[in-house]
């Protein structure tokens, strides 16, 4: 193992970043099907893990409770100070919160069954973290088992340098389980290991569109709901919405806080506005029949969303951002914004507000689209190279997934607490999450190339360009930095055949 970790160490590239759609399979589902049977434990709590699952070779729990005890041995969870991560994964005791409660019996329930002692540790931000895994990984120190990453930042470093065990070769691991999102691991699998997962332990944060309700009462206008219902909530009734809504309150020819507005964002506002792109199943790269990416090709829907967001920044739909900044949820609740768009873990900024809100999906690109697309923008898990004991690895990632969708338990909780506040009375609601978190999608060009030189400029493009400069010029952006994209690409791949060189050393 020694002589692994040097060659991995010698050849360690350190390229930019990374997120993926399959845009071939219909959207998976983001949370499992599991209907494994559950037991009382003795403490009177419903388990999060058994060793009863269904039957089927492909939905079977491969983990064998009932023989493994590790005694007491840690296990090291760690992410860092970021969306979700902060509410909705760990949970250090008892709690009368049910979310703390679901997360907290989870973690009892795996450490339970298999002897195991987890230990969850929360960086300040992504870069310390990173810092300490490359530490780690740099001297073959197994300090970390299980990370939890950004949704892009440093994972095409992650991926192509030999940095992470092949979850594939986890013993016990049953990719093929209802707690795998199979579609999205399919997506996210560029070479010939499964090196970032996606399963139910990892709860996903797609973006939505919340809307001020009383606004639409006020205006007179469509409500969102019933677009959706009738497969007419489009680009361009969203705009249409918007512009009702955007009016100069004073006549003043200068837009400022105290104006009416359609749109508003959070966090920066890059990634919100690309995600028009992926709601209308334009994605930054495709995979070819052999199954390698390439950077899209520009064509008129790509062209057509960038000039429709140029405009709204023109003709003052768009809240204005403070020395580039996004506004935040205030400017909804006083009614001041008709539509605010946000991960889904901004209905927690909502829950304090009195503003009567609802939830749709991203809107389609027009009526002949037929899925709903909801890129994810929560986080991966991984599992760094220099584990000692993958066997009991194995068996706690497991574990985590298979325990997080028995009823009652992380997700069904996680669905009720986004549910919570002005939503918990609004009968629509639940169908909106339905769509949402059933239409979960990657792009593969975002997550590893996102950030990386040319592809960053592309990914930014509708925000850096369109809402801020109100540039409507893609074709020739694109032209001037197409080659660059996809020389990412190339060289990502060079670097991933590591693992090709390498098959079989981590069995």
């Keep these: 193992m020694k002589k692994i970790i040097c060659l991995l160490l010698a050849i360690l590239l350190v390229l930019p970043l990374a997120v993926a759609c399959n845009n071939d399979e219909k959207p998976p589902v983001t949370t499992g099907d599991n209907t494994g049977d559950t037991t009382t434990a003795p403490d009177g709590t419903e388990p999060a893990v058994t060793s009863d699952a269904e039957t089927s070779d492909e939905n079977m729990l491969k983990v064998p409770t009932d023989e493994l005890d590790f005694e007491n041995e840690e296990v090291v969870i760690t992410a860092f100070d ?106 996210l699998k560029l070479g010939s290991h499964y090196l970032l997962g996606a399963n139910d332990y990892m709860l996903p944060c797609p973006y939505a569109i919340f809307f001020n309700k009383d606004m639409i009462t006020n205006l007179g206008i469509e409500n969102p709901y019933d677009l959706v219902e009738k497969n007419e909530w489009t680009i361009d009734k969203y705009e249409e919405l918007a512009r009702a809504a955007s009016r100069d309150a004073d006549s003043s020819g200068t837009y400022d806080e105290n104006d009416y507005y359609g749109i508003s964002c959070q966090n920066g506002g890059g990634s919100t506005f690309l995600s028009f792109w ?50 935040d949820a205030i400017h909804m609740s006083t009614n001041h914004v ?61 574990l985590l997934a298979y325990g997080s969708d028995v009823e009652g338990g992380v997700i069904d909780t996680y669905y009720d607490l986004v549910l919570d506040g002005q939503l918990s009375q609004d009968p629509t609601a639940p169908q909106m999450l339905d769509i949402l978190f059933d239409t979960i999608c990657y792009d593969p060009g975002v997550t590893f190339w996102g950030l990386s030189g040319s592809y960053l400029q592309l990914f930014y493009y509708p925000w850096n360009y369109g809402v801020l400069q109100g540039r409507s010029d893609f074709s020739s952006f694109y032209a001037s930095n197409k080659e660059g994209a996809q020389k990412f690409i190339d060289d990502y791949y060079e670097a991933l055949a590591i693992y090709d060189s390498l098959d079989g050393w981590f069995g």
């Design 278 to 327: 992926s709601a209308s199943e334009q994605f930054m790269a495709y995979k070819d029949d052999d199954g390698k990416l390439s950077i899209f090709e520009n064509n008129e829907k790509a062209q057509d969303i960038c000039e429709t967001v140029a405009q709204w920044s023109k003709d003052h739909l768009i809240c204005p951002f403070p020395s580039g900044k996004s506004t």
């Design 82 to 187: 970021w969306q979700g991560y902060k509410y909705y994964f760990f949970a250090e005791e008892e709690s009368e919160d049910p979310m703390e409660a679901a997360i907290y019996n989870r973690r009892r329930s795996v450490e339970e069954a298999i002897g195991v002692a987890i230990t969850e540790r929360m960086y300040a931000t992504y870069d310390e973290m990173y810092s300490a895994m490359e530490q780690s990984v740099g001297t073959g120190d197994d300090a970390m088992q299980i990370v939890l990453t950004h949704c892009i930042s440093r994972l095409s470093t992650y991926t192509s340098g030999g940095t992470l065990f092949p979850l594939d070769e986890l013993p016990y691991v049953n990719l093929d389980a209802d707690w795998w999102n199979k579609e999205q691991m399919g997506s």
């Design 338 to 398: 008709l539509f605010w768009m946000s991960n889904i873990a901004g209905a927690e900024e909502l829950r304090d507000t009195d503003v009567d809100y609802g939830i749709v999906p991203f809107p389609k690109y027009d009526s002949e689209q037929e899925n709903y697309y909801s890129l994810d923008w929560g986080g991966l898990m991984v599992v760094p190279t220099t584990i000692r004991n993958p066997e009991m690895v194995g068996a706690t990632v497991e």
